[in-house]
């Protein structure tokens, strides 16, 4: 009797304070391989189910270079232009605007806070797409900030440590009860 394929599944989240957030992860090499293909399309099901735009193989305990992009209108970013997912693997940024932009991000290893983060308004994108292909490709706005925000955690970074000032922190809570009444609209401004 022939095995049924086993179906994509939502993955634990891994939160910061596990060793694996701040480590920086390896190269994949083998993008073909089952496991590779498995995980992508978990890290789909797992990014979808907690209303993420994007989810870094570190997130769910995996080191390995590869994230997804799946910005799509959530509760917790209701703005975000729709996309189909895409899995990013081996990036490397090889352009960055000299425009900064500060935006908020969440992030869910990070759950419960915000932080008004810098970011390059656009990024120039070397990666491997789950095929095997090359993609050399230019994301802008909030894209780009996703490109970013999951190149940072391959990197064993997040998004804390990209702040100006710990006073740019603000709860998920008071962010979505300001965010409902347009206070912070006015607070994400381009700096040079």
Known sequence: MAKKP???????????????????????????????????????????KVNGVGIAAPQVGRS??????????????????????????????????????????????IPGIRGLVPRHESVTIDYTDKTGKKVIKTFTGFVAKIFQHELDHLDGKVFLDRL???KDIITEKEYIKQMKTNILLTKGKEIK
């Open 164 to 166: 100006d000032t710990v």
């Open 6 to 48: 086993t179906s994509a599944k939502a993955l634990e989240l891994c939160l910061l304070g596990n060793p694996i957030i701040r480590k920086e992860a390896i190269e994949v090499e083998s993008i073909k391989s089952k496991e590779i293909q498995t995980l992508l399309k978990d890290l789909i099901v797992t990014v979808k």
């Open 64 to 109: 390995v270079r590869l994230f997804i992009v799946a910005s799509s209108p959530t509760i917790r970013y209701p703005q975000a232009p729709k996309m189909t997912p895409l899995a990013v693997i081996n990036p490397k940024i090889i352009f960055a605007s000299q425009t900064i932009v500060k935006g908020w991000e969440g992030c869910l290893s």
